[in-house]
């Protein structure tokens, strides 16, 4: 959509730009202040629908974003049947209303795509007796889809073009494909709000599995994935060299949950760590190293294994074993203007 052109604006009475004492005042004039009103928002409204992701099936992007304005919320109180709220979207350059309505989407995610509709005009009788339009407003056409195999499909017999300014909104049951209409159709989106609320949370850790004879002192031991692609490492765990001997060169301590770690090949770095005994006060520095596969070896110390007692070994770390994670950087553009 281009820009709204506005027109001259009223001068100001108050400031006393304007000559007041009978100045001539016509509908027209009225006409003018909706006008530019309307077309100061939408302009602002289109320069942020500007700003928003591109939303892709596959590589193609089968149409342009259109922009919520407000409502459009989706309730999956009962996951079959979702509830949408009226709302108002951006698309082809006009505010359209969304009624609302609820959606049978059984056992699968619904797709609802929103985008601009037929003109719903308002007449009145004028002095002239006959009946000319004198309000109006657009309505939104709706088609639906569901999520097919873990992907978007587009509805069928759609009369969506690759220039039509589109809203989807994702609802009813638990699908890997969420949160579409607010990380592409908002204007949270927009301002990458939405992707700051990725970068800034914070998973939980995921369990590890105990090697045998190790034991987890305190329940708390696992793993996560930041959004720098760096690994944190957590754990207090105990064996009792008095039991079964470990290997010659290091023993495994656990294995991580996938998806838990972020490690490639030959980049999966070392902690140096010290294990203490449980009586006595003997410590023996030797490191922990993690593999691609998720595995935590303990190296044996220096000075050999302990022969008895029980050894405590705490892990807090965090690793960079991922080739992006050192490339990782938060950026605020000063250029924003630039779109070359």
């Not at 770095?269 to 410590?283: C, D, F, L, P």
Request: hydrophobic share 35%.
């Amino acid at each position: 959509m281009a820009l709204k052109t506005k027109t001259p604006r009223l001068k100001d009475i108050g400031s006393g730009e304007m000559n007041t004492g009978g100045a001539p005042i016509f509908a027209d004039d009225i006409l003018r202040v909706q006008e530019n009103n309307r077309k100061d928002y939408i302009n602002t409204m289109e320069a942020l629908r500007l700003k928003l992701p591109a939303l892709l099936y596959g590589s193609t992007q089968n149409f342009k974003n259109g922009l919520i304005l407000s409502g459009c919320e989706y309730d999956n109180t009962d996951p079959l049947n979702p509830v949408l709220s009226p709302g108002f979207i951006l698309s082809g350059g006009e505010v359209c209303f969304y009624p609302g309505g609820t959606y049978n989407t059984g056992t699968a995610t619904g797709l609802i795509y929103l985008y601009k509709g037929a003109e719903a005009p308002v007449s009145r009788v004028f002095n002239d007796g006959t009946s000319k339009e004198i309000l109006t407003s657009f309505t939104c056409t709706v088609e639906t889809a569901n999520v097919s195999g873990g992907a978007l499909v587009m509805p069928t017999g759609t009369g969506i073009t690759s220039t039509t300014e589109v809203v989807v909104i994702s609802c009813g049951s638990t699908s890997v494909v969420k949160n579409i209409a607010e990380d592409f159709f908002t204007q949270k989106a927009a301002l990458k709000i939405t992707d700051l609320y990725t970068k800034v949370k914070v998973p939980a850790l995921s369990p590890v599995t105990l090697a045998n004879n190790f034991t987890n002192v305190t329940g708390l031991a696992g793993s996560r994935v930041n959004a720098d692609l760096s690994t944190t490492i957590h754990g207090i765990f105990q064996y009792d060299f008095s039991g079964t001997a470990l290997g010659s060169v290091f023993s495994l301590i656990c294995t991580l949950s996938a998806g838990a770690y972020e490690f490639q090949a030959n980049r999966t770095g070392e902690v140096v760590v010290i294990m203490r005994a449980t009586s006595g006060g003997a410590q023996l520095p030797t490191i922990i190293t993690f593999s691609s596969s998720g595995d935590v070896n303990l190296y044996k110390p220096p000075t050999g294994w302990p022969t008895t007692g029980v050894y405590t070994i705490t892990i807090n770390a965090t690793i960079i074993g991922s080739t992006a994670a050192a490339n990782f950087s938060y950026e605020i553009a000063p250029n924003f203007l630039d779109i070359t």
